[in-house]
């Protein structure tokens, strides 16, 4: 199965709107290390039970550290009727690109 996938540079542009909604499905350690400014973590070993947190409308952008593991998050995702996209490149792009980034266990 193909994944839609976006670019660090849509990213940004569709957080600048209101109502985005993106997750990071990296490990805990990982994401208090440095996330996207307004990323919720859900680690992809919790995906499953915790599925009914994705927004149903509207896209779920998805990212973790290079872009393999939110793929299998999309992946997932659409499987459960959420229209799911995947960041090319994770975070390990979103950091190259020059972005903010925030640590610590909670979105800012």
């Known amino acids: 199965m ?8 849509e990213l940004a ?15 805990p350690d990982e994401y ?3 996330h996207v400014p307004s990323a919720v973590l859900v680690p992809l070993n919790e995906l499953a039970d ?12 998805v990212i973790c550290r290079s872009g ?3 793929s299998m998050a999309c992946e997932f995702l659409e499987q459960h009727g959420r229209n799911a ?12 690109s020059g972005r903010d980034v925030s640590s610590g266990d909670s979105p800012s």
């Open 13 to 27: 542009t569709r957080l600048a709107a209101p109502g985005a909604a993106l997750f990071d499905v990296r490990q």
């Open 2 to 9: 193909s994944v839609p996938e976006i670019t660090v540079d």
């Open 32 to 34: 208090r290390a440095g």
């Open 50 to 61: 915790r599925v009914a947190e994705f927004p149903t409308d509207g896209d779920v952008l």
């Open 68 to 70: 393999a593991r939110s």
């Open 85 to 96: 996209l995947n960041v090319a490149g994770g975070m390990l792009a979103w950091i190259e």
